[in-house]
Every structure is written in structure tokens, then in C-alpha cells.
């Protein structure tokens, strides 16, 4: 029964983004949908990971004006990539983290620059804009990364407590 939480909390992130986005207009932007699935793709198989990167994508697409089917693309391949990874890393260090999503951000940025770039017919003085984002983007992730894989972490130990087989 407590499984019934990933749902969710994952839906509560991307009311929350969306909330957050309307009233906050600062330069630092960060992706809490993203981090979440970072936090459960650190404990969870590749399958799952990819199946909840899927699902998230397919939700955050269906709720943001941007081009649909992006964000289910980057976000299952980020599942399965992390998924796959899991095992070879510290999941307990914190530079990891940061330093991963930090990565994981500037990719998913630098494929929304090239769609981006392709949409407007070839627009290049929209990069130096893009790279500020970008920048801001980048580092409010790296800042919320830390404590997001611990609300992560805590929530699937209590997930874990009450169903062995998980």
C-alpha cells in the first residue's frame, strides 16, 4: 500500500514546478521532476527507472507548452542510464550527485538548444540567452540535488518497511 506514494509524490513535484514557475521569475530555475526520478533511479533497477522516466516525461510533456515528446525521451533515457550506473557508484556522496545531475542538466539543455535552434529555422543569436539559462538551470539543480535524493532515500526506506519484497 505505501508503494501508492512514488505516484504520488512525483504528481505533487509537478504541480509544485509548475506552481513555482508561475511566481518565481528568478534566474536560477531548477527541475524537481528530475531530481526526484535522479533519487529513485539511484535505488531502483534500470526497468524501473526507465518505465518511471517514461511516465514522468509522458506527464510533465502532457503539462508544459514545449514540444511534446521531449521531455518522455530525455527522462527515460535518463532512467535507464542512471538505472544501469547505480551499481558501479557511491550512492552515499554527495559530489557524485551534484556533479551527476550537473552533467545530466547540461545534456538535457544542450538537446533543448538544438530543438530549440531547429524551430526558430536556425535563430543563433538566441545562444548567448540560452547559455544564461542554462547556466541557472545547471545550478539550481546542483543546489536541490542533495536534499531531494535524501527525501528520496528516507521515502523508499519507509516503502521498504512495510513490503520485504521491495
Not at 54 to 71: C, R, Y
Request: hydrophobic share 50%; aromatic share 16%.
Amino acid at each position: 500500500m505505501r508503494r501508492l506514494i512514488w505516484p504520488v509524490l512525483f504528481l505533487f513535484l509537478l504541480m509544485l514546478q509548475g506552481a513555482v514557475t508561475v511566481f518565481y521569475t528568478g534566474w536560477i530555475a531548477f527541475d524537481l521532476p528530475l531530481l526526484a526520478l535522479y533519487g529513485y533511479c539511484m535505488l531502483r533497477q534500470e526497468g524501473s527507472g526507465t518505465l518511471a522516466g517514461l511516465t514522468i516525461g509522458l506527464l510533465q510533456d502532457a503539462l508544459t507548452p514545449e514540444i511534446f515528446g521531449f521531455h518522455i525521451m530525455t527522462r527515460g533515457l535518463m532512467g535507464y542510464l542512471i538505472g544501469i550506473t547505480r551499481e558501479k557508484v557511491f550512492k552515499d556522496n554527495p559530489t557524485y550527485h551534484m556533479f551527476a545531475i550537473g552533467v545530466f542538466s547540461l545534456l538535457l539543455r544542450f538537446a533543448l538548444w538544438w530543438v530549440e535552434l531547429i524551430r526558430s529555422g536556425g535563430l543563433w543569436s538566441m545562444f548567448p540567452h540560452f547559455a544564461w539559462d542554462t547556466i541557472g538551470y545547471c545550478l539550481g539543480n546542483i543546489l536541490l540535488v542533495v536534499p531531494m535524493v535524501h527525501l528520496v532515500k528516507k521515502i523508499y526506506d519507509w516503502v521498504r518497511e512495510e513490503d520485504i519484497s521491495y
